[in-house]
């Protein structure tokens, strides 16, 4: 029989073997990812810490359209009274701050951006495209209801066999890929995805106003945008990658913003969807704001307490959020740090909101501004809001 000392040697001898066996997990990169279940955090709780990080983004490709549309165009474009389309260009301007977006040419697809995006990724990293073992399209559009594009992308790229398969959560998509591939690259399923998106709110942009009053859910159509990204991730080499992943969702909010414009649409006679955009702006404004303040006081408290942080940007080089719109990413600079400001990527005003493509696009002007690159060690924050409500973050290390 073991006596007291006995039994702890042996304790202790397991102890050394877990340890050990976790270290050599955490060296080949598997089941690093731990949960920050941290009391008084609503919003943060279950948010994933990767230190070491598990994945890198090694690559990134975007695609605009050639066709710029300013708010004088689009006033053109719009059916409805002469008084409101003589206050439109202004009236988009001052509310959102959009003043331009990029439009597809008519009859193309989610998939064709997507392709030009993933064609700009190839030319600029000549990763060779027999190395992806799995592709993620991710996105608010779509070619087909059924199947998933991501085999449309799959044929166009002439790859014959690959896991392939769509994730979609509104303008958080992309994102939420990456959280995806983040995990089937730190449990080994994946050793390098290619994930893509293409988003065509031209197509779903109601251009039909009778009244100022209709704008409350129309105007936000008015700023939507095409555009494609694409990306790669990979396993990381312990210095440069993700190193949080939180995305959380508020379901109760879902009807303020939503596509095709009439939910009940399967109870109607024909059972056909309009696939118009619909977004209750003024009470959706509400919800953001409200979900993004107390986001970001979280994560205040989260930093000062893991990292004794008293400034929460301070350690931040880039923030890179969803454009909802330019007036809704200078609050939320604002609301957080007036420093911040510096550090915040701005396109709304030039691309409208893209969607799921927003941040991606976001990340590459930074990247050919020359205010960073792949590979440069800046920490960024990927702060995604979106209809839902879905709010969360990614810290990563480029």
């Known amino acids: 029989m073991l006596n007291r000392e006995s039994t702890f040697r042996v304790w202790l001898g397991f102890v050394k073997v877990l340890l050990a066996v976790g270290q050599r997990l955490a060296e080949a990169g598997v089941l690093v990812i731990k949960r920050f279940d941290g009391d008084g955090f609503k919003l943060l709780h279950g948010m994933q810490v990767c230190n070491p990080p598990v994945s890198r983004i090694s690559a990134l490709g975007v695609y605009l359209p050639e066709r710029v549309v300013d708010n004088h165009e689009i006033a053109r474009m719009v059916e409805g009274p002469k008084e409101v389309k003589l206050m439109l260009p202004a009236l988009?301007?001052?509310?959102?701050?959009?003043?331009?977006?990029?439009y597809a040419a008519p009859g193309t697809s989610p998939s064709d951006l997507a392709i030009a995006a993933i064609r700009q990724l190839l030319d600029r990293s000549k990763i060779p495209l027999a190395s992806i073992d799995t592709l993620i399209f991710s996105s608010t559009d779509m070619d087909t209801l059924e199947p998933a594009t991501a085999n449309i992308v799959q044929q166009k790229l002439g790859i014959r066999l690959i896991n392939?398969?769509?994730v979609t959560n509104a303008c958080n998509s992309?994102?939420?890929?990456m959280n995806l591939a983040n995990s089937l690259i730190a449990t080994g399923a994946a050793a390098r995805v290619l994930i893509c998106s293409g988003e065509i709110g031209s197509y779903v942009c109601n251009r039909k106003v009778e009244s100022l009053a209709d704008l409350d859910i129309k105007l936000g159509g008015l700023t939507l945008g095409d555009g494609g990204a694409a990306m790669v991730m990979e396993r990381s080499d312990g210095r440069s990658g993700l190193i949080e992943i939180n995305l959380k969702n508020v379901g109760e909010h879902w009807e303020l913003c939503h596509v095709p414009e009439?939910?009940?649409?399967?109870?109607?006679?024909g059972?056909?969807?309009?696939?118009?955009?619909?977004?209750?702006?003024?009470k959706l404004a509400v919800v953001a704001r409200e979900m993004t303040q107390q986001y970001f006081e979280e994560y205040k408290n989260y930093r000062k307490e893991a990292y004794d942080e008293r400034e929460v940007f301070h350690s931040l080089d880039l923030i890179v959020p969803h454009q909802i719109s330019r007036r809704f990413v200078e609050w939320i600079?604002?609301?957080i740090s007036p420093k911040s400001l510096p550090k915040l990527s701005i396109t709304a005003h030039l691309y409208g909101n893209t969607a799921s493509t927003a941040i991606p696009l976001a990340l590459d002007k930074l990247i050919q501004e020359g205010r960073t690159s792949l590979g440069?060690?800046?920490?960024?924050?990927?702060?995604g809001a979106a209809s839902g409500f879905s709010i969360g973050h990614l810290r990563v290390i480029l």
């Open 92 to 102: 988009i301007s001052r509310i959102t701050g959009c003043q331009s977006r990029h």
């Open 174 to 177: 992309f994102l939420q890929a």
């Open 271 to 282: 059972g056909v969807i309009h696939g118009w955009f619909y977004l209750k702006m003024s």
């Open 164 to 166: 392939s398969f769509d």
């Open 333 to 335: 600079a604002r609301g």
């Open 376 to 383: 440069s060690g800046h920490q960024a924050l990927l702060y």
């Open 262 to 269: 009439t939910t009940d649409w399967r109870q109607r006679e």
